[in-house]
């Protein structure tokens, strides 16, 4: 499981939700721009399956299903996305009430860290060790945890 998964599985087990519900790739390609924006061009360029979702300019092309006849509309009838904006990971994720607010701003740290869609850019599960939501989680726990428990 790659850093990203784990992201996403961090989130629906907060929220109960999946993070990217989408019936199709397609669909899940536009959710993931929709939070995080455009996937890098150096990335794109990469990708073995790009030309299905993108343009010879690396724009994306967001398919839907006729919600009659439940037919995928055709490449020529494809509607082109541009300038998708990220959204602030905090728009996804509220708090309830009596929670601790800064362990919340911690996990949406860890999350827009995680979440990131250029891989090389992600935090990595080294650098998660350091961050400011596991460490609150280690000295919450203190008194049945260590951090060098947790590490083995």
């Not at 724009?59 to 998708?84: G, H, M, W």
């Not at 891989?119 to 939501?133: A, C, D, G, L, W």
Request: charged letters at 25%.
């Amino acid at each position: 499981m790659d850093i990203w998964s784990v992201g996403c599985c961090l989130y629906e087990l907060y929220s109960g939700k999946v993070l990217f519900p989408g019936p199709s790739n397609n669909d899940m390609l536009r959710l993931h721009m929709e939070l995080k924006g455009p996937f890098p061009k150096k990335m794109l360029r990469k990708g073995g399956f790009t030309d299905q979702h993108f343009d010879h300019d690396l724009n994306f092309y967001a398919t839907e299903e006729d919600p009659v006849t439940k037919k995928v509309i055709t490449f020529s009838q494809k509607r082109l996305l541009l300038n998708i904006k990220p959204k602030d990971i905090g728009t996804i994720i509220t708090g309830s009430p009596g929670e601790d607010t800064k362990m919340l701003a911690n996990f949406k740290d860890l999350l827009e860290r995680v979440l990131v869609l250029d891989p090389e850019k992600r935090m990595t599960i080294i650098s998660s060790v350091e961050s400011p939501f596991h460490h609150w989680q280690v000295n919450k726990d203190a008194d049945f945890l260590t951090q060098d428990m947790l590490l083995s």
